[in-house]
């Protein structure tokens, strides 16, 4: 099984609609992350946390929330979803106990709102 | 100026040779670079990580970091087909209040048989 698990991988969502992005990870790590890829653009980060009751914006959280359930559970969600949201989306995990900064992601959930 | 920045390639190489992917940064205070490797269609995967200036070898991959001139580089010794991706440098800065990783544009390479 995979360390950090996006669902769904792939979802088409039309506009207006609201969805949510869920992340699970077995790596014990207290860090997770949201970011979004595009095309020339990179990945941006949306919202992190660094604890269940620590929760961050990041560089373009609007239009976005996220719930951290547990250690292992970080979700997203799209409110009303637009179609300049549709982007590949990525979880990560990090470690803040061992120094060691670098992050593991999850497999990616591509979205289309249409 | 953008935070990190890097040449969107494709950089070509032919196989055996050295694949040379440069990065510079803006934020003078950085501590931390990472090199992640992202195949088309998958996540990016870390391979590499340096802390201090100098270079860091593992197996073909070396990582270079000169923080006076605010650059860092991942050489790939004997590249192979597989080493086809695209490369993302990132960078931590240590005097923002959180955990702050900037990823650049990534650089693609090509490596040909």
């Known amino acids: 099984d995979a360390d950090v698990t996006q669902t769904p991988r792939n979802r088409i969502t039309k506009t207006g609609k609201r969805i949510m992005l869920e992340c699970s990870q077995t790596?014990?790590?207290?860090?997770m992350y949201w970011y979004r890829q595009d095309p020339g653009l990179g990945l941006r980060l949306i919202y992190y946390s660094f604890d269940v009751k620590d929760i961050n914006k990041g560089e373009i959280s609007d239009g976005y929330s996220v719930s951290r359930q547990a250690q292992a559970k970080f979700s997203l969600s799209l409110e009303s979803a637009i179609p300049n949201q549709t982007a590949l989306y990525f979880c990560?995990?990090?470690?803040?106990?061992?120094?060691?900064?670098?992050?593991?992601f999850g497999s990616g959930t591509r979205l289309t709102v249409v | 100026q953008k935070e990190v920045e890097q040449n969107s390639g494709p950089l070509s190489v032919p196989e055996g040779a050295i694949a040379s992917l440069n990065c510079t940064y803006s934020d003078r205070v950085s501590q931390s670079f990472f090199w992640y490797r992202q195949y088309s269609g998958k996540s990016p995967e870390l391979i590499m990580s340096i802390y201090s200036n100098g270079d860091k070898e593992d197996g073909r991959f070396t990582a270079q970091l000169n923080k006076a001139s605010q650059y860092v580089s991942l050489l790939i010794r004997d590249s192979q087909p597989s080493d086809s991706a695209t490369y993302l440098c990132?960078?931590?800065?240590?005097?923002?209040?959180?955990?702050?990783?900037?990823f650049g544009p990534g650089t693609s390479l090509s490596v040909i048989p």
């Open positions: 990560a995990t990090s470690d803040s106990g061992t120094g060691n900064y670098g992050y593991t």
């Open positions: 990132a960078v931590k800065g240590s005097k923002t209040s959180y955990d702050k990783v900037i």
């Open positions: 790596k014990g790590h207290d860090r």
